[in-house]
């Protein structure tokens, strides 16, 4: 019985010590990321192979919270880096001064120049906005294939349409700038008061319209190119349409927290993911050019993508401006 009981003290004893030498005692590197859960599931499995030693979690925020957290609470934002953040929020929050600089952390020169816009940010993807459609549903309610944005006012598509709110997704907010460019501030904020009624939901996330064409419970999104693709590999019968406007796109980037680039780990794992993992994620998902030595193709992603007019000075202003006209 003394033997039984020494050997269950031993035990209670080497346990704790044992538990402190295991896992549970790694070094947290946390991300806050807007991208889709298909790239997080990659980011994540990648993360677990390359640092083992490490307790990197990713954690999914849609873009206008993403930024949101950040600007609350400043250089004590519960994250380490911020990955896929639309550059008009890093912009902001740059401008704040709650990102670190870069400049000798990331190699600036290996980008395609037009995507190269802060030593705060590292671009990280291009993603570009299309209309998808589920051929599918169309076909089921009779409806006809839209040629242009002014197709999908028509009463018929009530209800049938997704599309991202601007003011928390950057994919929304794409659309949004694109047809001010091409049309102007007062007849595309007019378009969408019209579309309104036809719209299902403005979603959270720029992946919500694609998600919703996937399930068949609208017939058109307006959303991810990328996110149709993916939906296209899993044999969804979908379409990919650009209308005269062209393509909106965006450029996201990944940033670390001001003070944080100090932390062998963040760098470590911020490293990782501006080089290696970045390119994966072009290659598998988002082959639109990042760049300079690099084309990316990918199965069933449209080639000669006619892309719309993007361009806007003081972007971070002006999108602040932009979007208080969207809520009113």
Sequence with gaps: MKKLFALALSLVLVLPVLASCGGNNREKVV?????????????????????PQYDVQIEYRSSGDHAAAIKAAGKDVACDISHDLEYG?????????????????VDFSVYAEDTVQ?????????????????LDRLNALGL???????????????????????????????FLLSLVNAWGEDEALAYFDQ?????????ASGSGP??????????????????????LREGVNLEILFFEEGSPYSLYGQAIIAGREEKTAVKD????????????????????????????????????????????????????????KWKH
């Design 269 to 324: 794992v911020f490293a990782f993911l501006t080089t290696t993992l970045n390119r994966e994620l072009c290659e598998n998902f988002y082959p639109e050019k990042i760049f300079k030595d690099t084309d990316y193709k990918l199965e069933h992603f449209p080639e000669n993508v006619p892309y719309a007019n993007m361009t806007v000075e003081d972007a971070s202003a002006y999108k602040e401006a932009l979007l208080k």
């Design 195 to 203: 579309l309104a009624p036809n719209v299902l939901s403005f979603t």
């Design 89 to 105: 929020y890093a912009s902001q929050i740059a401008s704040l001064g709650y990102l670190a600089d870069l400049s000798s952390l």
């Design 31 to 51: 991300i806050y990321s807007s991208a889709e859960d298909y790239r997080i599931e990659y980011m994540e499995k990648r993360m677990k192979e390359q640092f």
């Design 118 to 134: 802060s030593q705060y940010y590292a671009p990280e993807i291009r993603n570009g906005g299309c209309i998808a459609v589920n």
């Design 144 to 174: 006809k294939k839209p040629t242009c944005y002014e197709d999908l006012l028509d009463p018929a598509y009530k209800g049938q349409i997704s599309m991202p709110n601007p003011a928390s997704s950057g994919t929304g907010y794409m």
């Design 210 to 231: 694609v998600t919703a064409l996937a399930l068949g419970e609208v017939a058109v999104g307006l959303g991810m190119t990328p996110d149709a693709v993916a939906q």
